[in-house]
């Protein structure tokens, strides 16, 4: 590999580290926010929504990181369409999941 590709994958791993650090730093804060909100309520279905989206918000804050990443990076408009393609299947998949637990845990919470 020449330098300036090896330069090239540094950036985008670089970009890739800041902007996915970032995401998982801000998520953490929101969530902490959002417990201590949920805390103070009366009823349960804000606790429910909080651990249903716990898990999927790790993959949602590193999906972030990834988009900013393959945005940034200097790979051919060929196979950075591909990529965001296959990103935006998983994410909406991801959401699809989310959903269906929460409706999950809501039919149990209503019976």
Same mark, same amino acid.
Not at 40 to 54: P, R
Not at 85 to 104: D, K, M, P, R
């Given at each position: ?7 090239? !994958? $540094?950036?985008?791993?670089? !970009? ?10 801000? %998520? %953490? ?5 959002? %417990? ?6 009366? +009823? ?5 929504? @909080? &651990?249903? #989206?716990?898990?999927? &918000? #790790?993959?949602? $804050? *590193? ?6 990443? #393959? ?7 060929? #196979? *950075?369409? /591909?990529?965001? +393609? ?7 998949? &991801?959401? +699809?999941? /989310?959903? $269906?637990? /929460?409706?999950?845990?809501? @039919? %149990?919470? $209503?019976?």
């Amino acid at each position: 590999m020449e330098y300036e590709s090896l330069r090239q !994958v $540094a950036l985008s791993l670089a !970009v890739l580290a800041v902007a996915g650090g970032l995401a998982l730093f801000v %998520r %953490r804060l929101l969530m902490s926010v959002l %417990r201590r909100w949920a805390a103070k309520t009366e +009823t349960a279905i804000d606790d429910i929504l @909080l &651990s249903v #989206i716990w898990g999927p &918000s #790790i993959f949602w $804050a *590193i999906a972030l990181g990834l988009y900013v990443a #393959i945005g940034t990076s200097g790979l051919p408009p060929r #196979i *950075i369409q /591909v990529s965001f +393609t296959l990103l935006h299947a998983l994410v909406i998949l &991801s959401f +699809t999941f /989310v959903a $269906a637990n /929460v409706a999950s845990h809501a @039919l %149990r919470f $209503a019976a």
